[in-house]
């Protein structure tokens, strides 16, 4: 179920400061996976496949906010930061 998406950041504006100094720290270097639900993935990648609802979906994001991947598993979206040569880091 993985979907490839580019889209602006999927995190509310009140969380606009800490994405930018992220995104400034590891520019196209750095990615990180986060946890949405399936409904949500149409907010913020319209040009996203529709998902079932009700189910948690991992989003594989730049270290700017913006959307890469959409996918089933937490592995999926780390094996595909790897791939694509970014570091897949957690934030606290």
Do not use: W
């Amino acid at each position: 179920m993985s979907a490839s998406i580019h889209r602006s950041s999927i995190f509310p504006s009140r969380r606009k400061d800490t994405i930018r100094d992220f995104a400034t720290m590891g520019a196209s270097k750095l990615a990180y996976v986060r946890i949405a639900r399936s409904e949500d993935v149409a907010l913020f990648c319209p040009e996203a496949p529709a998902l079932a609802p009700g189910q948690n979906v991992f989003v594989l994001c730049a270290a700017n906010g913006t959307p890469i991947l959409v996918t089933d598993t937490r592995e999926s979206a780390i094996a595909n930061a790897e791939h694509e040569k970014l570091e897949a880091v957690s934030l606290h």
